[in-house]
């Protein structure tokens, strides 16, 4: 079965501090990968997925995220946080009745708070 | 190119009222996806399609409905609503061979 699991609720950091974010992810295979991002008010834009092509996969906004099979993790990081990255972070992966269909299982997931 | 639409964004309803949610797609996607998210529960899979004419049930279907009469739209609808379906209401939709799905902006519905 697969599953995703995001480890902290709320991550507050400063800006121009790295942003880590971390998921850990359950399953007998190689997935695919997603992170999402949700603004205040608004829906879900892709930052980056993994489809086995690489390890290290590169986003939008400056983000990326490196996929660990030995960890079974897959943390997103940045280097230099800013205001404008103040949301809510989703760890996202295939769902357990398989791919399919194309079903997601959503991390629960991550609030990132930015300070000045 | 508007991508994924929904309509209304926000609705209050009273206990036992109907109602129907649009989404459209202009991106001739396959497959669509109806979601609900709910705080600290991520996003849950309510109903989906595989193509025009065809439906099936996700993780939270009971007290929801849905029609997929024409490849572009994707119908959601409440017979009676209840108050534990107050959510936030995701649809999503992907292309063949595509693993991505694209998201709609939401609909924020409450039932008093």
């Known amino acids: 079965a697969q599953s995703v699991t995001q480890l902290d609720s709320h991550v507050s950091v400063s800006e121009g501090t790295p942003v880590l974010l971390r998921c850990n992810y359950s399953s007998s295979y190689s997935p695919s990968l997603f992170w999402y991002v949700q603004h205040p008010n608004k829906g879900l834009q892709l930052l980056l997925k993994?489809?086995?092509?690489?390890?290290l996969v590169k986003g939008i906004n400056g983000f990326e995220a490196e996929f660990k099979k030995s960890e079974t993790s897959f943390h997103l990081t940045k280097p230099s946080a800013h205001m404008s990255d103040a949301a809510e972070y989703f760890c996202?992966?295939?769902?357990?009745?398989?791919?399919?269909?194309?079903?997601?299982?959503f991390g629960q997931g991550t609030i990132l708070t930015v300070h000045p | 190119n508007a991508g994924v639409t929904q309509t209304p964004k926000f609705r209050v309803l009273k206990t036992g009222q109907s109602m129907t949610l649009l989404c459209a797609q202009d991106m001739n996607h396959e497959y669509m996806y109806w979601y609900r998210q709910d705080p600290g529960m991520g996003l849950r899979l309510i109903h989906y399609?595989?193509?025009?004419?065809?439906?099936a049930k996700g993780e939270v279907p009971d007290g929801y409905n849905v029609s997929r009469l024409k490849k572009q739209n994707f119908l959601l609808g409440l017979e009676s609503a209840a108050p534990s379906q107050t959510s936030v209401y995701f649809c999503a939709s992907r292309g063949q061979g595509s693993d991505t799905q694209y998201f709609g902006p939401g609909t924020r519905l409450t039932v008093l």
């Open positions: 399609s595989v193509g025009e004419g065809t439906t």
């Open positions: 996202v992966g295939p769902n357990a009745g398989g791919t399919s269909y194309g079903k997601l299982t």
């Open positions: 993994y489809t086995s092509a690489a390890t």
